[in-house]
Every structure is written in structure tokens, then in C-alpha cells.
Nanobody
Framework: VQLQASGGGLVQPGGSLRLSCAAS????????MGWFRQAPGKEREFAAG????????SYADSVKGRFTISRDNAKNTVVLQMNSLKSEDTAVYYC??????????????????WGQGTQVTVSS
């Protein structure tokens, strides 16, 4: 199984970035997908999650209204659109795949597979 995250970079406060995660080696359409992030010196935290169909999404309070998660099961990809970025959004962002059913989307320990991470830096 491979989860390849891309799209990170340096952006000014107020700017936007679009992260993408390409999945291979798994039946993508039956997995829930999540984006987590880890800032320097901090624990990994949940940012956004989406169920297998795309019909249910969940967001951390800190990103609600600014980030949007979506998926394309035909292309085995999940996207995190990040708008109105703040310095506190600076972190390594990881995509993850979860085979659970009925569990909350934000529990990191439930996720089975993790990507390698992509760095997002928000700075002027």
C-alpha cells in the first residue's frame, strides 16, 4: 500500500494550497481517508476526514470553514483544499487510510496506512 502526498510548500498568510494524496495497492473506495498534521514540537493532530463515499466529512475546529476535503474514487485520490491559511497551520501534513466502519473519523489510532507527509509552511 502506498499513499503519496503532494502539494505542500511555502505560502503567505491568507493564501491557499491544495494537497493531494494518491493511493495505490488498496481498494480505495472502501477506505475512509483522513488528513492529519504535525507541527514542530507538537503531537500529530486530526485536520479533516471523509468517509468512503464522500458523503460524510469531519473537520477539526481549528480548520472548519477554511479547509475542504474531497475524494475521487475513480482516480484513487483525496484532496485537501486549504484556504485562508494561518501561521499556525504550518506543519507536516499526512494522509491516512482507515478501514473502520462507524468510528469517528478523527481517531489516528484507527487508521491502517499512512503516507510520508508533505510540508506546509505559512509565513510572510
Amino acid at each position: 500500500v502506498q499513499l503519496q502526498a503532494s502539494g505542500g510548500g511555502l505560502v503567505q498568510p491568507g493564501g491557499s494550497l491544495r494537497l493531494s494524496c494518491a493511493a495505490s495497492g488498496l481498494s480505495f473506495s472502501i477506505y475512509r481517508m483522513g488528513w492529519f498534521r504535525q507541527a514542530p514540537g507538537k503531537e500529530r493532530e486530526f485536520a479533516a476526514g471523509i468517509d468512503w463515499s464522500g458523503g460524510r466529512t469531519s473537520y477539526a475546529d481549528s480548520v472548519k470553514g477554511r479547509f475542504t476535503i474531497s475524494r475521487d474514487n475513480a482516480k484513487n485520490t483525496v484532496v485537501l483544499q486549504m484556504n485562508s491559511l494561518k501561521s499556525e497551520d504550518t506543519a507536516v501534513y499526512y494522509c491516512a487510510a482507515d478501514r473502520s466502519v462507524g468510528e469517528p473519523l478523527g481517531i489516528a489510532s484507527r487508521y491502517d496506512y499512512w503516507g510520508q507527509g508533505t510540508q506546509v509552511t505559512v509565513s510572510s
